[in-house]
């Protein structure tokens, strides 16, 4: 039987894996929604950005787990950086929706974006290897937060159904105002991981 120890070790690569792929996906997405004027990228990666930080948090959480098995989490100060970035994703609502307004009426037609189509299509293969190895870690080696992070993966995941999915009719059908539908669809996601959250401290705080 595999010990919790080496469960957690397994548990970290997963996240460094998850970490390295975060930086390219929020840097290419938020690059490409910029030049191709894609407010359904920019959201992807501002999320992913978000979704970096809290793998971040996990990586660091599990390293001290490593080092001293019986500390808690207030003990390695993961919840005060979870609680921020909980404010990060629930401040990313306003801007996703204000965005979208204002292109609207500034009848800003997006383009079409090769590497918004690349990073899609990246995460679509790599999120669900990411979700599945964190989702079995966490439940063998009984870590909540690598959980948590596992429901993270596969939320982005299916964003990056939805950003894909809007991407290839734009760019084969020519149909800027899909963007739109893909952005509020990724709106509702992140509305969803911001309730989840929210929910997750209250519980604690109750």
Not at 51 to 63: F, G
Not at 106 to 123: C, N, T, V
Not at 145 to 172: H, Q, R, W
Request: proline content about 3%.
């Amino acid at each position: 039987m595999v010990s919790r120890i080496t469960l957690l070790r397994r548990g970290l690569w997963a996240e460094y894996a998850s970490l390295a792929w975060m930086l390219v996906e929020s840097l290419v997405a938020i690059s490409g929604g910029l030049v191709a004027g894609s407010l359904a990228l920019l959201a992807f990666g501002g999320d992913s950005f978000i979704e970096l930080i809290s793998s971040y948090v996990v990586a660091v959480y599990i390293r001290n787990l490593l080092r001293n098995p019986e500390a808690t989490r207030r003990e390695v100060g993961s919840e005060q950086v979870e609680r921020f970035t909980t404010l990060l994703l629930i401040s990313l609502i306003p801007m996703i929706a204000l965005g979208g307004i204002y292109s609207y009426l500034s009848r800003i037609e997006p383009q079409s974006s090769l590497a918004g189509i690349a990073i899609a299509s990246g995460a679509i293969v790599i999120m669900p290897i990411l979700w599945f190895e964190k989702k079995r870690i966490g439940k063998q080696a009984d870590c909540r937060p690598l959980s948590i992070d596992a429901i993270e993966s596969v939320t982005c995941f299916l964003m990056s159904v939805a950003l894909l999915g809007g991407l290839l009719i734009n760019y084969f059908l020519h149909i800027p105002w899909i963007d739109y539908v893909a952005t509020a669809i990724i709106l509702a996601f992140v509305a969803k991981e911001a309730a989840e959250s929210l929910r997750e401290f209250g519980k604690r705080d109750a």
